[in-house]
């Protein structure tokens, strides 16, 4: 069973940087898309990143030019890379990974940004 296991969470000033990893495990086959998303208290889950298996990125405008999504396939793991942290990007994250019709979502990690 094909399971997704984020970490990296944590209190972290404005202006301050936090990489977030999502480690696949439970079967050997790899994702066509492994993606980050976060919903805030009273907000909808959005898609703040991800990354194609061939490496293709996508990137939320709110975070463009400060998170950067990247993939370790020997690791299965999945980065982001957080910089210039803002109180708005506080959030509860989430990974999920996409192969063919299926999709699998972790249990997340939270986020808190202080100003």
């Known amino acids: 069973q094909v399971q997704l296991v984020e970490s990296g969470g944590g209190l972290v000033q404005f202006g301050g940087s936090l990489r977030l990893s999502c480690l696949v495990s439970?079967?050997?086959?790899?994702?066509?898309?492994v993606g980050w998303y976060r919903q805030a208290p009273g907000k909808q889950r959005e898609l703040v990143a991800d990354?194609?298996?061939?490496?293709?990125?996508i990137y939320a405008d709110s975070v463009k030019g400060r998170f950067t999504i990247s993939s370790d396939n020997a690791k299965n793991t999945v980065y982001l890379q957080m910089n210039s942290l803002k109180p708005e990007d506080t959030a509860k994250y989430y990974c999920?990974?996409?192969?063919?019709?299926?999709?699998?979502w972790g249990q997340g990690t939270q986020v808190t940004v202080s100003s």
């Open positions: 990354i194609s298996q061939s490496g293709d990125t």
């Open positions: 439970g079967n050997i086959f790899t994702m066509d898309v």
């Open positions: 999920k990974g996409n192969y063919r019709q299926y999709e699998y």
